[in-house]
């Protein structure tokens, strides 16, 4: 029994003297907690929207009225013409444009029949088919408000147009994300692991009194690592196009070049935890807890960014996924070209110059 005791407090010791270890432990499932919880619902509100009102009739304008009174919806755009929506989706200002055709009123009243058209961002599927089920919703509620003045009148014909994913495939949603992912997986925490493991075992300090520049060994320890995320990129698109007919609109040059920024720039993160990282074991849950768990939760690959408490929604501006997801979304599905996608794509790059700046510097220092 005093041999149990005394494994038992040794054991405890040690636990208590790895501060950084047991930080992580008793931070993660806090962690959790609140990013599942605060980040996990279906509900969707204050998406941006824009409106085409061809009409400009009252009752035209009581429709708005009803749509930007709830907290779903609010109008960014008003547009003037069909041929401002498809460059106000490239631009990403809204997700769904409400189209009230000319001479609305006259058609509810005389021909107690009238057309309202939708168009919708299809490229994120879940949350499109939330947001058309929301405004065809709100819409049904004014017809009913009507017809308590005015009975005998028809239902609303409501069109929707799925913009850039017309057979509404859900693959469209998913395959940017799991890029990043992969990416994440094998940049990231392999990289992380394989220099902590070095250092860990003390190799590292041998290798550094090398006549090697420190730098070049960590370039020489990561890029292979790098080769295989970018083939594994290549190989999910690949299967993306042949497989689930999923198309690449835009260019294909640029879309590898975001790839390869992100890349670069998980890269520099797995190293920054490798500098920081005692252990191995400290290294996975440092990559898991600052670039795994908020790929799925803050990047907005599953759950909806504008649903999310305000706090998250600026945490998620520093989360290199989110700009990754929508570049690789607007060049594949939209077909945007670099001006579109400059904004996601210099906020990368700055964040890659950023990490491989701290990250190399620490390297020297160590």
């Given at each position: 029994m005093e041999g149990f005791k005394a494994v038992l407090i040794k054991e405890f010791r040690h636990i208590f003297r790895d501060v950084r270890t047991l930080v992580m432990v008793f931070a993660i499932p806090i962690v959790m907690v609140i990013l599942f919880g605060y980040a996990i619902s279906n509900e969707i509100k204050n998406t941006k929207i824009a409106i085409l009102d061809k009409s400009h009739d009252p009752l035209s304008e009581k429709l708005i009225k009803k749509v930007i009174s709830t907290n779903?919806?609010?109008?960014?755009?008003?547009?003037?013409?069909?041929?401002?929506?498809?460059?106000?989706?490239?631009?990403?200002?809204?997700?769904?444009?409400?189209?009230?055709?000319?001479?609305?009123?006259?058609?509810?009243y005389?021909?107690?029949?009238?057309?309202?058209?939708?168009?919708?961002?299809?490229?994120?599927?879940?949350?499109?088919?939330?947001?058309?089920?929301?405004?065809?919703?709100?819409i049904n509620d004014f017809q009913l408000e009507q017809n308590r003045l005015f009975p005998h009148i028809q239902p609303f014909d409501i069109t929707v147009k799925m913009e850039y994913n017309p057979e509404m495939k859900s693959v469209f949603m998913f395959i940017p994300g799991n890029i990043a992912m992969v990416m994440v997986i094998v940049t990231a925490l392999m990289t992380s692991i394989t220099l902590s493991r070095e250092k860990e075992s003390g190799s590292m300090r041998m290798l550094m009194i090398t006549p090697i520049r420190p730098v070049y060994i960590v370039l020489g320890k990561i890029i292979p690592y790098m080769l295989i995320s970018f083939c594994s990129a290549i190989v999910i698109l690949l299967m993306a196009y042949f497989v689930f007919q999923m198309p690449v609109v835009g260019n294909i040059f640029l879309l590898l070049l975001i790839c390869l920024t992100f890349m670069c720039t998980a890269s520099a993160f797995g190293i920054l935890i490798s500098t920081v990282a005692p252990t191995q074991q400290v290294a996975m849950i440092g990559t898991m807890m600052g670039l795994f768990l908020p790929t799925m939760l803050l990047s907005g690959f599953i759950f909806p960014i504008e649903n999310m408490p305000w706090i998250l929604q600026i945490l998620s501006n520093i989360v290199p996924p989110k700009w990754f997801i929508i570049a690789v979304k607007d060049v594949m599905i939209k077909g945007c070209g670099f001006f579109e996608v400059w904004r996601p794509f210099c906020i990368l790059l700055g964040m890659n110059v950023l990490l491989i700046g701290v990250s190399l510097r620490r390297v020297g220092k160590r």
């Open positions: 779903y919806f609010q109008n960014i755009n008003t547009l003037s013409n069909d041929k401002e929506i498809e460059p106000t989706f490239k631009e990403g200002k809204i997700r769904l444009a409400l189209i009230i055709p000319e001479g609305f009123e006259e058609s509810f005389r021909e107690r029949h009238a057309v309202i058209q939708l168009v919708a961002d299809a490229a994120d599927l879940n949350n499109t088919l939330t947001l058309t089920s929301y405004m065809q919703t709100i």
